[in-house]
């Protein structure tokens, strides 16, 4: 087993907010804009790239939810959702940017992705457990 390093929590991050990214973003350049610009007509390109971005986000997905549980997704949203909260409260965001939270949206969802797809590694160096998949042979 590889040692925890902090780059590859941020590699893990950087690529589920790119993924996040790519697939929606409000400057109008992302994977759905591109889409919708031809809607209903697909191109070869757009079904391509649909298809990798299912793919990632199967990946991505599924790993997050074997790593932390539902349980464990949960809180996490939870505690972003707080801290949005708590900066609301505070004046530095204002919900009515429509814009702004959207980012902020976007950004968190690519952050409890990458954090989801860094759990098992951070439980184990936190805990001293690894946590492996149950593979039953015949």
């Known amino acids: 087993m590889e040692d925890f390093k902090l780059s590859g929590l941020l590699w893990r991050v950087g690529f589920s907010v790119a993924l996040v990214l790519l697939t ?25 790239a649909g298809l990798l971005l299912v793919g990632a986000w199967l990946f991505f997905v599924k790993s997050t939810l074997n790593a ?47 954090i989801g797809m860094s759990w098992s590694h951070i439980r184990r160096e936190l805990s001293g457990q690894a946590s492996v998949d149950r593979v039953d042979q015949h």
């Not at 549980?69 to 909260?85: Q, R, T």
Request: no cysteine; hydrophobic share 55%; net charge negative.
């Open 68 to 114: 932390m549980g539902p349980v464990g997704l949960g809180l996490m949203v939870a505690f972003f959702a707080s801290i949005v909260w708590w900066m609301v409260s505070k004046g530095w965001l204002d919900v009515g940017d429509r814009r702004t939270m959207a980012w902020v949206g976007l950004t968190i969802l690519g952050l409890v992705l990458g």
């Open 24 to 48: 929606f973003n409000p400057t109008g350049h992302s994977y759905y804009h591109w889409l919708a610009d031809g809607f209903p007509s697909i191109t070869p390109a757009e079904a391509v």
